[in-house]
Each structure stands twice: as C-alpha cells, then as structure tokens.
C-alpha cells in the first residue's frame, strides 16, 4: 500500500499527488474518488480560487482521474461517489441541482437566497456532475486499451 499526501482544495496538491505516484511505477486496479463537502454557512473558496463544494467534490477528483489513466491497469475501474441528492425525484429534501455552465459553479454569482439553500444546492450539483462525468468517462474510454 501507498500513502501520499493529497489535498483537493489545490490543484497544485493534485499534480503534485500525480507526479509523486508516477515515480512508485505502480498500476491502479481501482481509483475511486470518494469527495463530500458542503458549506451551508458562507461560500468558500479552493486555493485556485474555485468555489470549494464544486472544486472539492467534483474538480480536483475529476482533475485527479485524468492525470491518472496513464497508471491505470488494462482491466482498472474508475468510481465516482454520488448521492441521491443529484435527483429531486428522490425527494431527499435538499434543493435539486442546478446546472446552467461550468463557469457558474466553479465562480457562482451572489445570490439572494439563503446560504444554507445555496450550499445544499451546490453539493447536490457537484454530486450530478459526478454522475454525468461517470457515464462521459465510460464512454470516452470505452474500447481503449489503458497498458
């Protein structure tokens, strides 16, 4: 087993993470990416300047993978943590998620409603982006050799 330092606030951390794991010549059987913050008091900010929820759950994890692929094994799985929170229908009791761009989530315009709304909306939209990431990966990798 091998244990590195890594921080998703930064995406310095996650190069640094990457080019760390490139000197193990290690294969990675299984990468998941297992990311859950939410701040329902203020919106904060990843060190990069992104806002944090988007930049923690979703970004830095989904930066991460692709830096990763070239140290995949051929037969490797590639998981994505999510939550029913991306689906209103599931009537979790967070707000439903809230896509219009990229831009918009990683730099959000100040809004009216209360904060405790925004943050649980946030982390229900990084949770989709996860989804929707997923199944473009899969799709992208499909019929590719990793080796």
């Given at each position: 087993?091998?244990c590195?330092p890594?921080?998703?606030?930064?995406?310095?951390?996650?190069?640094?993470f990457?080019?760390?794991?490139?000197k193990?010549?290690?294969?990675i059987?299984?990468?998941?990416?297992?990311?859950?913050?939410?701040?329902?008091?203020?919106?904060?900010?990843?060190?990069?300047?992104?806002?944090?929820?988007f930049?923690?759950?979703h970004?830095a994890?989904?930066?991460?993978?692709?830096?990763?692929?070239?140290?995949?094994?051929e037969?490797?799985?590639?998981?994505?943590?999510?939550?029913?929170?991306?689906?209103?229908y599931?009537?979790?009791?967070?707000p439903?998620?809230?896509?219009?761009?990229?831009k918009?989530?990683?730099?959000?315009?100040?809004?009216d409603?209360?904060?405790?709304?925004?943050?649980?909306?946030?982390?229900?939209?990084?949770k989709?982006?996860?989804?929707?990431?997923?199944y473009?990966?899969?799709?992208?990798l499909?019929?590719?050799?990793?080796?």
């Amino acid at each position: 087993m091998i244990c590195l330092p890594l921080d998703l606030e930064s995406l310095q951390s996650v190069r640094e993470f990457k080019e760390h794991f490139g000197k193990t010549n290690t294969k990675i059987s299984t990468l998941i990416n297992n990311a859950g913050l939410q701040n329902v008091d203020k919106t904060k900010y990843t060190k990069e300047g992104f806002e944090q929820t988007f930049g923690v759950n979703h970004l830095a994890p989904f930066y991460l993978t692709l830096l990763l692929i070239p140290y995949l094994a051929e037969d490797a799985s590639i998981t994505f943590t999510a939550s029913g929170t991306h689906d209103p229908y599931q009537k979790s009791g967070m707000p439903a998620p809230e896509f219009k761009d990229a831009k918009l989530l990683a730099y959000p315009l100040e809004t009216d409603e209360k904060q405790i709304k925004v943050g649980q909306r946030r982390y229900a939209t990084s949770k989709l982006c996860n989804i929707m990431t997923t199944y473009e990966l899969q799709r992208r990798l499909a019929n590719t050799k990793l080796e």
